[in-house]
């Protein structure tokens, strides 16, 4: 039943209630008690009656006689003739009390008839209110529609500091003025300089941007406004113009103060691109944010930081001096950065002796800080699960797994040919990893299904951060991922589907280094890659490419050309090691799953050779 049902029926109630209640008050003299004239005539013939009382009605000849006996009950008789029963009372030589007769009321005449068309008023005001709401869905919530949704966190609520946000020492430094100005903005304001008014934080999600901003709020203990780009947008037109505006009314009234806007692109996108055009709500919305940030209004004591990871797509206005005049690269943290946000994460886990956290940061380059909480979230699931009080280095290894690769199926079926076919297949990418000098080495080599569909895997251990990439180091990717496809090639003279995606990253890769890296030296040094430009929803409909069909064809025999010579050298690795790919294949057949060192130890010469080699058929 709906809440409007509940109301009507609660009103309807408590008018019938009154109603019977009056009627009950106008008839509770005049009730049938069920004694009659004839039992009261035996009584004054036997001489039991002892006091009688009259109570003429109003305005007619009728009332009712008050009877106490002699034995002290007390009786009530009703009657058509007032006059006539106080005659016959007389006739038994009874002196009959008669009362006079009653007022009006001026409670029931006046009082109640006006409380009764007061009640009826309100019952119906009430029941036009309801419907009147549900009939508009919900028009008395249309007021709020404008108002900002920013969450408000006061300086004494944020209980975030600088101190516990880990491997970003350079990004804390770069922010600490802000921090300085918002707690002693007069040791500024001295010497003339003006505090950025904004600060944009991009980076890769999950390096600590909105962690970043948070701390800067706790640290300065201001209030801190939190808001989310799409809770700017709705469906009706004006609405997130007019969020922005109360957002920044409201944050003039706690100044000094930060606003925060995380995934700032989902309102600050490029104007005039896309299907869309150039006046729907976004846009609007974005021009009432720029006119907020440096206009002809006055925001003092207002920083607006922003996070997002993708700048490219920003409109330039906001990316100006004025508005948004520092921007600050959250990077993926170092091998000392990783370190530290392990050693955070870890402090409410126990850990066990055998756990280095040292040696995980040097095995987990490119892991973000969300990457690392991760991991070691996940070890502490395969301790629980495991019914153990600690974390060992073992759960950490199972979970690095999972998070790179994918959880393991080991109750899949599958056949013994299909499995000598991926054994041959991992073992030819891992032999490329741990020949060639920029790739590897191997972490783990493994025939068991995972959770992304492969049938197996070959995990590599990167030992150092890597700023950027060779042409060399891109050239021996992709001579890793055709690995698989050479192997299946060597051994069983035929090739199977199972390295669609190998084949598809090395694609890209060559393509890569084409078109956008100028690592061709047929096509030069000149950028032909138009990728970045295609972020809008059908951008390429009026979009022309930026080089003409011949440079098309040019680079597409460019990267065939990479992609052969690199098959060929992968090729004559393998053949190269081809003993040792029987070796790899063989163990993996055993065991399903091999570690760095017994893989590594397949390449010495002494290794003792399986009493049944596999054959190539």
């Not at 804390?172 to 100005?181: A, D, H, P, Q, T």
């Not at 003039?252 to 600050?268: L, T």
């Not at 490119?366 to 991991?375: H, I, Y």
Request: aromatic fraction near 6%.
């Amino acid at each position: 039943m709906s809440r409007n049902n509940k109301s009507f029926y609660m009103y309807f109630v408590i008018i019938i209630g009154l109603l019977l209640f009056t009627v009950w008050i106008g008839t509770i003299r005049v009730q049938d008690s069920g004694y009659t004239r004839g039992e009261f005539v035996r009584q004054l013939e036997n001489n039991e009656v002892a006091i009688v009382k009259v109570c003429p009605g109003k305005n007619t000849a009728a009332g009712s006689l008050e009877i106490t006996l002699k034995n002290g009950e007390e009786r009530i008789l009703n009657v058509t003739d007032v006059a006539e029963a106080e005659a016959l009372a007389r006739s038994y030589n009874l002196d009959p009390e008669v009362e006079s007769v009653p007022e009006e009321s001026w409670f029931l005449n006046s009082v109640f008839p006006i409380l009764i068309v007061v009640v009826v008023c309100v019952f119906f005001f009430v029941m036009m209110n309801a419907q009147n709401a549900g009939a508009n869905g919900g028009s008395s919530k249309m007021m709020n529609f404008g108002r900002s949704r920013a969450r408000l966190t006061m300086g004494g609520e944020n209980k975030i500091k600088l101190d516990g946000v880990a491997g970003l020492k350079e990004e804390k430094e770069e922010l600490e003025e802000i921090v300085e100005f918002l707690k002693e903005p007069g040791k500024f304001t001295k010497v003339g300089a003006r505090i950025p008014k904004g600060v944009l934080l991009e980076g890769a999600p999950g390096t600590g941007k909105t962690l970043l901003a948070k701390a800067i709020a706790g640290e300065a203990n201001v209030p801190f406004f939190s808001i989310s780009g799409s809770d700017f947008v709705e469906m009706f037109v004006g609405v997130g113009a007019s969020r922005v505006r109360d957002m920044f009314a409201e944050a003039k009234r706690h100044a000094p103060c930060i606003i925060f806007i995380d995934e700032i692109d989902a309102v600050a996108r490029r104007r005039g691109t896309g299907m869309g055009g150039g006046h729907d709500e976004r846009e609007q919305t974005l021009n009432q944010l720029l006119v907020e940030m440096d206009g002809f209004g006055i925001n003092e004591g207002i920083i607006v930081m922003a996070a997002t990871n993708r700048v490219d797509i920003l409109d330039p206005a906001i990316l100006r001096p004025g508005r948004f005049d520092r921007k600050i690269t959250v990077a993926a943290p170092d091998v000392r950065g990783r370190e530290d946000i392990l050693k955070v994460h870890a402090q409410n886990k126990p850990l066990g002796d055998d756990v280095d956290l040292s040696q995980i940061a040097q095995t987990t380059a490119g892991f973000t800080g969300a990457d690392l909480e991760n991991l070691l979230n996940e070890a502490a699931i395969n301790a629980a699960m495991d019914k153990r009080v600690f974390v060992r280095q073992d759960d950490i290894k199972r979970a690095f797994v999972k998070v790179g690769i994918g959880g393991e199926k080991k109750s899949r079926i599958i056949s013994d040919k299909e499995k000598r076919i991926t054994a041959y297949h991992e073992a030819g990418h891992a032999i490329l990893f741990h020949v060639l000098p920029d790739v590897g080495p191997v972490y783990t080599v493994s025939i068991i299904p995972t959770g992304i569909g492969a049938a197996g895997y070959t995990m590599p251990l990167p030992e150092k951060d890597e700023m950027f990439l060779t042409k060399g180091k891109m050239l021996e990717d992709i001579m890793v991922s055709l690995g698989g496809r050479i192997a299946e090639e060597i051994i069983f003279d035929d090739i199977t589907t199972g390295a669609s995606s190998d084949i598809k990253k090395a694609t890209q890769v060559a393509r890569r280094m084409v078109t956008r890296y100028g690592m061709s030296e047929n096509i030069g040094v000149i950028n032909y890659d138009d990728d970045d430009d295609e972020v809008f929803i059908g951008r390429d409909l009026a979009h022309a490419k930026n080089h003409s069909e011949v440079i098309s064809g040019e680079i597409d025999r460019e990267v065939k050309a990479i992609i052969d010579d690199c098959y060929k050298k992968a090729k004559a690795i393998i053949l190269e090691q081809e003993d040792v790919l029987h070796r790899c294949a063989e163990l993996l057949l055993k065991k399903e799953k091999i570690n760095r060192a017994e893989f590594e130890e397949l390449f010495d010469s002494e290794y003792s050779q399986p009493e049944e080699p596999v054959s190539k058929s």
